[in-house]
């Protein structure tokens, strides 16, 4: 199969260079993302993505003469337990760790990816704060930021529910704290005042008693920071209750897991994501590769797919592994992937970053009209 041009570049390089780490043998990347725990969809989506992205760049020879085989480390989305990941990956000696999903995971982690000369490459980490550190020179994200993604979050509430009464609500962890704040900043900036900002516990079952709050306060729009399966409990808690509310969130909503939690009641709910790379008609045939394998693709598989991509492309520019050298090599030119050309800054951030809004419909997402 035909992934994309840049393999052919990859397998004439493995050809005729003779780079720092030398040909034959193998090399083991590391992916951290929650395994178990209640976002463990995600972790799926970052596993399956992986081991495609590995398994084609090893049809087509590896990365520079070595073929790739997966080390997966579970965070289960906890700060302490990420801290240990990543660890162990600087303890493997693994050139490149794709994670951690949660940004309260990958924040503490770069710390240690940093000091021991591992590059990092979030495909989903949102938060400001991970891409911030001038001296951390080693970390990317192939997503957007909580900053620009609250942004577009806040121009649509504002031009699709002016005059609305509106709440926003987050559970605390960074992820969701810092979407609900940054799309607040971005509302009230405009002028738009909540009648209610809260926090919710994670995990918990009943989200009734904040429900009840929402109903007495009349809020016609809420805007949630946090993940979906919050998110789906407290959409069907407000269905219960007679409440018509509008619920909108960022990304964390991109799972079918959420319609499990809500059924029918999770019908018009809104959030906002990159662009979904599973509905462009260039990665049909990639995305039939999954399906035959019986895997549906979705959310963070393809932008975890493009996160090696990425890598193993700096790395044959490179001529090596060595985590300066390929971080190098990631700013200095785009990376042809799955998701399309992706550039990164000075920070490692994505230099062309867009989020569209979707809408969840009949058991599934798609992008609502006339975006651009």
């Not at 306060?217 to 919050?230: D, K, P, S």
Request: charge should be neutral; proline fraction near 4%.
């Amino acid at each position: 199969m035909k992934v994309s041009k840049w393999v052919a570049a990859v397998a004439l390089a493995v050809g005729v260079a003779a780079c720092g780490d030398k040909g034959g043998g193998e090399v083991t990347i590391g992916v951290a993302t929650p395994i178990t725990g209640q976002y463990a969809a995600f972790g799926e989506q970052f596993k399956r993505g992986a081991e495609m992205a590995i398994a084609d760049l090893n049809a087509s020879g590896g990365v520079l003469g070595k073929k790739l085989k997966l080390k997966i480390g579970d965070d289960s989305c906890d700060p302490k337990q990420a801290v240990a990941v990543a660890n162990s990956m600087v303890s493997d000696k693994v050139p490149v760790v794709i994670g951690h999903y949660c940004s309260g995971s990958s924040i503490p982690a770069s710390d240690v990816y940093a000091e021991g000369g591992v590059v990092q490459i979030s495909p989903a980490s949102t938060n400001p704060k991970l891409t911030e550190d001038p001296k951390k020179t080693t970390v990317f994200r192939v997503c957007g930021r909580d900053d620009q993604q609250g942004k577009v979050a806040a121009a649509f509430i504002g031009k699709q529910y002016a005059g609305k009464k509106l709440a926003i609500a987050h559970d605390k962890q960074a992820y969701s704290q810092g979407l609900a704040e940054e799309t607040k900043k971005s509302l009230n900036a405009a002028g738009i005042q909540e009648v209610l900002f809260d926090t919710v516990t994670p995990g918990e079952k009943d989200y009734s008693a904040f429900v009840t709050k929402l109903k007495q306060a009349q809020v016609e729009v809420l805007y949630y920071g946090g993940y979906h399966t919050e998110a789906g409990l407290i959409v069907r808690q407000m269905r219960e209750q007679g409440m018509n509310t509008v619920l909108i969130g960022g990304d964390a909503m991109a799972t079918k897991e959420f319609w499990g939690i809500t059924g029918a009641a999770g019908e018009g709910v809104l959030f906002t994501f990159g662009p979904d790379p599973t509905l462009d008609p260039k990665n049909a045939a990639i995305v039939k590769k999954f399906v035959d394998a019986g895997y549906q693709p979705e959310g963070y598989t393809l932008y975890t797919y493009a996160a090696v991509q990425a890598w193993a492309q700096a790395a044959t520019k490179a001529n090596g592994m060595d985590a300066k050298k390929v971080a190098e090599q990631l700013r200095a030119a785009p990376a042809d992937t799955v998701m399309g050309s992706l550039g990164f800054d000075k920070k490692g951030d994505l230099t062309t970053p867009a989020y569209l809004v979707y809408t969840w419909t009949n058991g599934g997402w798609k992008p609502l009209p006339t975006q651009s």
